[in-house]
């Protein structure tokens, strides 16, 4: 024979208000959250760095990581840093074309760069040297063309031809072999633009330096004079005091960086070495990324199973943000809530409250595992946190207009919250206690 359904403790209660269901929510939330990540980093990370599969693939990242830079170095589009091999930010770079630039054009004028000394702390304005320009197209030890002071010429015109795999100068169905130099200022690097034209030397001009100068160096290699030397007070004293100056400098900015990442992308897409190495490095780092999301998946469920399930059970089926509010659990029929009542309830809030992990990974720094793309394709764990956190918030918007005070969770589970210590009027307390004692009976 089926048991009959008991009529709930908090029949008489009122419904807790949309503030108190809220901040009680919040509490068992942000609960989670901190017995999570104390967890996660106390007690989930240092285990699975005992793990052997967990080292060798670390171990492996590290070496295909280490060839992946070898190989971006090597095109020389992206600059390492030598000793922690980390990427250098293409600002920097950038930053540091428009020097050359600017010195290309001083050593052209013979006028005086503007160099600080660190040591004296003394400004020296003296004429660039050869080696500092563009004009310098070998290094010291080499006689070997390699454009020193210009990275995304070398590329261009060395690291391509020596590759088969790069080697085409077809851009947008046009063979451009014969006018290559052109192409790259007007259309890669994109000088050739109102705003930008003319503040580089006038073709009457240029065809009037020396021979040798027109022989090494292109038009877009020098700037003219008047922004040659606003340039230098830009470069040396940060003086953005004119916005023509300004704009100058960040168009070229721009300019360098955009054809950065357009050779950049035609790496990405056509050189075997770097597919191959970024395919087995993509691999490698999935499972890297599987074992962090394991430990804080981990470190989530035992929280979870801590804070409810374990506590409910010496709260009297109540959560920590319920005892704190003095709320309690019913059936939306005022009946007492079922097993499968409760585990509709935890099973929402389960999925909810994972998105407390996001938080975790953001404290300890690990977002860009989170945001990886697992095994070459489009999908990360990051996108499932953001989807348990976005449905979170618009459980906190149902609440806002629903009217019996539910959030999804609630809804799901047909239950609403009581306050505990409030009751609906006309009703007395004699009446709650022989109510309950017959519920007894």
């Not at 840093?81 to 428009?98: A, F, G, H, L, Q």
């Not at 060395?158 to 795999?165: A, G, M, R, S």
């Not at 990405?268 to 804080?296: D, G, K, M």
């Not at 499968?340 to 909810?352: G, K, M, P, S, W």
Request: hydrophobic share 40%; net charge negative.
């Amino acid at each position: 024979m089926k048991k009959d359904l008991l009529v709930s403790e908090y029949k008489n209660n009122v419904l807790a208000k949309k503030s108190k269901v809220f901040f009680a929510s919040l509490t068992d939330y942000f609960s989670t959250l901190l017995l999570s990540f104390v967890l996660l980093i106390g007690v989930a990370n240092p285990i699975a760095s005992l793990f052997s599969g967990y080292q060798n693939t670390v171990s492996e990242i590290s070496i295909n990581y280490n060839e992946l830079t070898d190989i971006i170095s090597s095109t020389r589009l992206v600059e390492i840093n030598e000793k922690t091999k980390e990427t250098i930010d293409i600002n920097v770079t950038s930053r540091k074309y428009i020097e050359n630039l600017v010195k290309t054009s001083c050593y052209v004028y013979q006028i005086n760069y503007i160099y600080y000394n660190s040591e004296t702390k003394e400004y020296i304005n003296k004429i660039p040297d050869i080696s500092e320009t563009f004009v310098q197209k070998t290094t010291e030890n080499s006689d070997a063309i390699s454009y020193p002071n210009d990275n995304l010429l070398y590329y261009y015109l060395v690291f391509k031809t020596e590759n088969e795999d790069l080697n085409s100068y077809i851009y947008n169905g046009n063979d451009v072999n014969n006018n290559k130099i052109d192409y790259f200022y007007k259309n890669i690097l994109t000088f050739d633009v109102d705003g930008l034209r003319n503040n580089f030397i006038t073709n009457t001009d240029y065809l009037n330096l020396k021979e040798n100068i027109q022989n090494e160096l292109n038009r877009f290699n020098i700037l003219n004079e008047i922004s040659t030397k606003n340039m230098i007070q830009y470069l040396v004293y940060n003086d953005t005091s004119s916005e023509s100056v300004t704009n100058l400098y960040n168009y070229l900015n721009n300019a360098y960086q955009n054809a950065t990442q357009f050779f950049i992308d035609e790496v990405e897409a056509n050189y075997t070495p770097y597919i191959n190495t970024r395919l087995t490095y993509n691999n490698v780092y999935s499972r890297f990324v599987i074992y962090n999301v394991l430990t804080l998946l981990s470190s989530y469920v035992v929280s979870f199973i801590i804070l409810f399930i374990v506590l409910p059970i010496f709260l009297k089926k109540k959560t920590l943000g319920l005892k704190i509010f003095k709320l309690g659990f019913s059936r939306i029929d005022e009946l007492e809530p079922s097993k499968l009542n409760y585990f509709l309830y935890y099973l929402i809030i389960f999925i909810l409250y994972f998105s407390s992990a996001l938080f975790s990974s953001f404290f300890i720094n690990n977002m860009g595992v989170l945001s990886f793309n697992l095994y070459n394709t489009s999908f990360n764990f990051f996108q499932i946190i953001m989807f348990t956190l976005l449905i979170g918030i618009l459980s906190y918007l149902y609440l806002a207009f629903n009217k019996n005070h539910q959030t999804i969770s609630l809804l799901v589970s047909n239950m609403v919250i009581k306050q505990t210590d409030e009751y609906e009027k006309n009703e007395s307390e004699e009446n709650l206690i022989v109510d309950n004692n017959n519920q007894g009976k």
